[in-house]
C-alpha cells in the first residue's frame, strides 16, 4: 500500500514558476514507477510525466516539453514536478501516482495503482 500527498499548487501569473511536491508513505517507494497527470474541469485525466523507479528515465507529454520537469528522490519517497513557463492551458488539478508499469506504458492512468487526492495550479493570464 501506498499513500500519495501532493503539495505546492496554487495561483501564479502566466509565465510563472511553480514546484509541486508528492510525498509518498508505504513501502518499497523505488519500485514504483511516479508520475503526474491533469485534470482541468470536463476534461479527462491527461498525462504530464512520469519517471521511472530507476531514475533518471524520465517520459514527458509534448505539451509540457521544455517547460517542465520531472524529478524523485527514493531517499526521501518524494516527487516533483517543476514547472515553469506556465500557460493558461495548465490551469487543472494535478496528481500524482505511482505504479508499477515500465515507462513506455506510462501515459495510461489505468495503469496506476495509487492516486494522491490531487492540487489546484491556476495561471491567470
Known amino acids: 500500500q501506498v499513500q500519495l500527498v501532493e503539495s505546492g499548487g496554487g495561483l501564479v501569473q502566466t509565465g510563472g514558476s511553480l514546484r509541486l511536491s508528492c510525498a509518498a508513505s508505504g513501502r518499497a517507494f523505488s519500485a514504483y514507477t511516479m508520475a503526474w497527470f491533469r485534470q482541468a474541469p470536463g476534461k479527462e485525466r491527461d498525462f504530464v510525466a512520469a519517471v521511472a523507479w530507476s531514475s533518471p528515465d524520465t517520459q514527458y507529454a509534448d505539451s509540457i516539453k521544455g517547460r517542465f520537469t520531472i524529478s524523485r528522490d527514493n531517499a526521501k519517497n518524494t516527487v516533483s514536478l517543476q514547472m515553469s513557463s506556465l500557460k493558461a492551458e495548465d490551469t487543472a488539478v494535478y496528481f500524482c501516482?505511482?505504479?508499477?508499469?515500465?515507462?513506455?506504458?506510462?501515459?495510461?492512468?489505468?495503469?496506476?495503482?495509487?492516486w494522491g487526492q490531487g492540487t489546484q495550479v491556476t495561471v491567470s493570464s
Open positions: 501516482a505511482a505504479g508499477l508499469m515500465s515507462l513506455r506504458d506510462s501515459m495510461n492512468p489505468k495503469s496506476y495503482y495509487y
